[in-house]
């Protein structure tokens, strides 16, 4: 689903959407296997081939627009031969972020059951977005003559001294024969792009949300790193 003024500039949607609409869609994929040139098979595009079309779609359209013996199109070749199909999640999932869409649109999309901690992970320049927060904010208060109102009995907190909502658990995806690869660990404080004890890359692991382990099958290297997550265990959490 998408709205129409995304795209008023491409006719190639318009186009395609009219072929699509003299076929069948009664199924669970839009476009079938590419046989040749001409002819399509009534079946759905394999992962392999699908890429091998993304690949060969974007240096079409970068060659078509761009002079083919510039450095900058020999880099951008290089890098267009290592897409891959995630490649196109992430840079969906960024622009979501980057544009403002919230955590619950976000998580619909990519299908996670707790988007909160993995629409971070996702999220490539993570500075800008609290610095446009801090603009709009900014901005807002210039326009509303400031209308936070101070009520002296109302105690402010920071959400990070009292939940668990900024920190990500996740387990091994395959597991081996060491003591780490059975337990639990948590992401680094202040890095959610690796793990508190740095026993594995964070992408050898799987997201299991945010709620708080066993203590017992929680890694003792990353509690040793992360002391503020000990202390829930601490209070009774």
């Not at 959407?17 to 869609?25: A, C, G, N, P, V």
């Not at 509303?144 to 109302?154: G, K």
């Not at 996740?170 to 026993?199: E, Q």
Request: hydrophobic share 40%; proline share 4%; with cysteine.
């Amino acid at each position: 689903m998408f709205l129409l003024y995304f795209f008023r500039s491409k006719e190639w949607l318009h186009i395609g959407w009219s072929i699509l609409e003299k076929t069948d869609l009664d199924r669970d994929y839009w476009i079938p296997e590419l046989n040749t040139r001409e002819l399509f098979l009534n079946k759905p595009p394999t992962h392999l081939r699908t890429l091998q079309w993304l690949r060969f779609f974007t240096s079409a359209l970068w060659a078509a627009e761009h002079h083919s013996e510039t450095i900058e199109t020999m880099r951008i070749r290089q890098i267009l031969k290592h897409l891959t199909m995630h490649s196109c999640r992430v840079t969906l999932l960024d622009a979501a972020v980057h544009a403002g869409r919230s955590t619950e649109e976000i998580g619909l999309q990519a299908n996670w059951k707790n988007p909160g901690p993995l629409v971070l992970k996702y999220t490539r320049n993570r500075s800008a977005v609290p610095a446009q927060m801090i603009k709009q904010l900014v901005n807002e208060l210039v326009q509303e003559s400031h209308p936070a109102v101070e009520d002296e009995n109302t105690a402010l907190t920071d959400a990070s001294d009292s939940d668990l909502d900024n920190v990500e658990f996740l387990t091994k995806t395959r597991v081996g024969k060491t003591y780490y690869d059975y337990k639990l660990h948590a992401t680094a404080l202040g890095d959610p792009s690796v793990l508190a004890c740095n026993k594995f890359e964070i992408s050898e692991c799987t997201s299991i949300g945010n709620v708080l382990p066993d203590l017992a099958v929680f890694c003792k290297a990353c509690a040793k790193a992360r002391p503020d997550i000990c202390k829930f265990y601490e209070s009774g959490h």
